[in-house]
């Protein structure tokens, strides 16, 4: 995830589901009605998502818009999308972390946003502890949209008993996200989101297959997110790419999923609100 440009080029699923599931949801969002909302993204990545989709939905009057990454290779990248609006800004923030949120962001914003991240996040109660800590004490909301499971996720998990690659992938759960094989899912992370202080709650889980039309897409697309590339050397990689999406086809064969060059996923998309707390006890 230290690619910004390959990222920017290929993360054309992510771009696909942020952009369905913000028509759906920017409906709902609490604005101020005086247009000064601010908000912060959660995992920006190479800031274009962020661009393309949220930007244009903020009042043309906004305070503040703040995209954050754990990465600076991808805040640096993403600063340059923004270079011409004095009012975005990009920041390192690890949104699983378990000290102090810096005193400029922590009960700075409206809204929050997250797409395609918090499945990289092992601590979700520490992550979403954080996300509401990250809203105004009076009153805000959160829209956040990631995978629960999907092909990908499967084919690491195949992948990891291979001989040829078990060595680089011994944590491979870290990598697959904490709900890939959780019952019951959205009672649960609507329960989670109760337990940090949300109320309002509104939690979907979305299937969808996206069609990447050539393999040389699926595979640009793989390469911009697969966490042990980087453990490997250069002519490993091509090859490991090269399973990775065979394995891939050979799910979509065995589970008469078309096309076949396609990644299926189970998503998360959760809405909800925090309000002060002697509204704390309202209908959820």
């Not at 604005?31 to 661009?51: A, M, N």
């Not at 043309?60 to 004095?86: H, T, W």
């Not at 491979?172 to 959205?186: A, K």
Request: glycine residues 4%; neutral net charge; hydrophobic residues 40%.
């Amino acid at each position: 995830m230290n690619q910004p440009a390959l990222y920017h080029r290929a993360n054309v699923v992510q771009r696909y589901e942020a952009e369905v599931v913000l028509k759906k949801y920017s409906n709902i969002f609490q604005w101020r009605l005086d247009g000064q909302d601010s908000l912060i993204d959660i995992g920006s990545g190479s800031g274009d998502v962020l661009k393309d989709f949220i930007y244009p939905l903020m009042p043309r009057n906004f305070a503040r818009l703040v995209g954050s990454d754990i990465s600076s290779i991808m805040c640096n990248y993403a600063r340059q999308i923004f270079k011409a609006e004095p009012r975005c800004d990009f920041r390192v923030l690890d949104i699983a972390t378990g000290e102090k949120l810096p005193d400029d962001l922590k009960g700075q914003f409206d809204h929050v946003t997250s797409f395609y991240c918090l499945h990289w996040v092992q601590n979700q109660r520490q992550a979403l502890e954080n996300i509401y800590q990250l809203l105004r004490p009076e009153k805000g909301d959160c829209l956040l949209l990631f995978p629960a499971n999907n092909t990908t996720f499967e084919a690491y998990l195949v992948l990891r008993k291979s001989p040829k690659w078990s060595s680089y992938m011994t944590d491979v759960e870290r990598f697959i996200g904490p709900f890939c094989r959780t019952e019951n899912l959205q009672e649960i992370f609507a329960t989670m989101l109760r337990e940090a202080g949300f109320t309002h709650i509104k939690v979907e889980l979305r299937h969808d297959t996206y069609d990447y039309k050539t393999v040389s897409i699926l595979k640009d697309n793989m390469e911009a997110v697969c966490p042990f590339l980087e453990r490997m050397i250069p002519g490993q990689r091509s090859e490991f790419l090269q399973d990775l999406s065979s394995t891939m086809v050979e799910l979509n064969l065995k589970n008469n999923i078309e096309p076949q060059i396609s990644v299926t996923s189970k998503l998360i998309v959760a809405y909800a609100r925090k309000t002060p707390r002697i509204f704390d006890n309202a209908t959820q």
